[in-house]
């Protein structure tokens, strides 16, 4: 093995299935079948990768999410909270959902019957619950990083966040710091000692949903203020990299998966690269990750944001850009949902242009496609080369309007 192996070509070939039959009979059952379904590789240093697999058991056959990590060092103390399997001269931590090594306390919300026992426990509401009564959805899930499950229950619903280690207590202070500071966002209800964040449902609806309805979702000034209505206390938070930072590393994970795509990635990086140096880390208050899919929206106005554990320091140019990209890669849509959303961009980027400079807008907003061109390999999506190809395309297209 390799220094430099950092496990990716094991965990998306074929060899993955002796791993992940050996995992299965340890735990009881017998694997029929397997296939990736996503895989997060930071080149040269480790591969998390997870599996649907259709599991014999004892009791009855279903479909088990499987997760494995492999690393280029030995094993982390929390990789040695899974089942350690060996492949030749390798150890991998290999675990079945939701026992996730990093997140403890994802056990207890990922069953009706268990979560409906912490919510009692808890007091959460104002009578008992039974499993039968709730209506409960996984909404996200990032192997060893987070997980995010909702559910609804007598006309309420909530969101639960599971988060590692100390990024928990790191978001609960910005929750409370938000709150505090009145800016609108969601209330937490509920935590427990193995990182479990219960959150209360944001009113309106989200604007990844509202930008397809007849009409403005919201004014893109809203999107400015809502930013700006956040404590100055938030500058003074630990500094998180803007996604630009990691725009080299961004370009190698994609250019690594479609190799075709290495030699326009390497020439839109270096001018994304010369682009914004010199220009200093901004100390406005941050959100982080600003997209359509943090903020909600109702009868066109902005009510409140999403996912505030990333708000930190920085330029206010890196969240509207951050917008910007989200906004230019939708995938998936027809020809009206097309032509609404280049409308609004048409008419809400020259609003943001106002507000920080135009080149470092787009150069930023570049660099943050890039990021998200990881996604559709990460994803194993259907045709996910020819996705990645039209979100390179759209890195590109933003690069050029800075020469023009």
Not at 117 to 145: H, M, Q, T
Not at 283 to 308: K, M, S, Y
């Amino acid at each position: 093995m390799s220094q430099k192996d950092d496990g990716s070509e094991l965990l998306t070939g074929p060899d993955a299935g002796p791993l992940l039959s050996a995992a299965v009979e340890h735990a009881g059952g017998k694997l029929l079948n397997w296939a990736l379904e996503h895989v997060d590789t930071h080149p040269n240093r480790s591969t998390t990768a997870t599996y649907l697999a259709r599991v014999k058991w004892p009791f009855e056959e279903r479909t088990e999410l499987l997760g494995v990590s492999a690393r280029t060092g030995g094993l982390s103390r929390t990789d040695r909270g899974a089942e350690v399997f060996a492949d030749g001269n390798r150890e991998v931590a290999v675990w079945i959902y939701p026992n996730d090594p990093d997140l403890p306390g994802l056990t207890r919300v990922a069953y009706p019957m268990k979560l409906a026992d912490l919510i009692n426990r808890s007091k959460l509401l104002p009578e008992p619950v039974a499993g039968d009564d709730l209506e409960l959805k996984i909404i996200g899930y990032r192997p060893r990083r987070r997980a995010v499950v909702r559910f609804r229950v007598k006309g309420r619903t909530y969101y639960v966040k599971a988060i590692r280690g100390q990024q928990f207590h790191e978001a609960l202070a910005r929750h409370r710091l938000l709150a505090a500071a009145g800016t609108p966002s969601p209330k937490v209800a509920l935590t427990t000692k193995d990182n479990l964040m219960f959150l209360e449902e944001l009113p309106g609806r989200p604007l990844a949903k509202a930008i397809f309805d007849p009409g403005d979702p919201c004014d893109p000034a809203e999107l400015i203020e809502v930013l700006d209505s956040m404590p100055l206390s938030v500058a003074r938070l630990e500094r998180r990299p803007p996604w630009s930072d990691a725009v080299s590393h961004y370009s190698e994970v994609v250019s690594t998966a479609l190799p075709e795509v290495r030699d326009d990635l390497d020439k839109v990086t270096r001018r994304i690269q010369t682009g914004l140096a010199g220009i200093p880390n901004g100390n406005e208050p941050t959100h982080g990750d600003f997209h359509e899919g943090q903020v909600h929206v109702a009868d066109g106005r902005l009510v409140g944001i999403l996912d505030v554990d990333t708000i930190g320091p920085g330029n206010r140019a890196d969240d509207l850009a951050c917008l910007i990209a989200h906004l230019s890669t939708i995938q998936r849509m027809n020809k009206d949902q097309e032509a609404k959303v280049r409308d609004l961009l048409t008419r809400w980027v020259p609003v943001f242009d106002k507000r920080v400079d135009p080149v470092e807008l787009r150069l930023r907003a570049a660099a943050v496609v890039i990021s998200l061109a990881t996604g559709p390999f990460r994803g194993q999506e259907q045709f996910w080369q020819s996705t990645t190809r039209k979100m390179v395309r759209s890195a590109i297209a933003l690069v050029n309007q800075v020469a023009a």
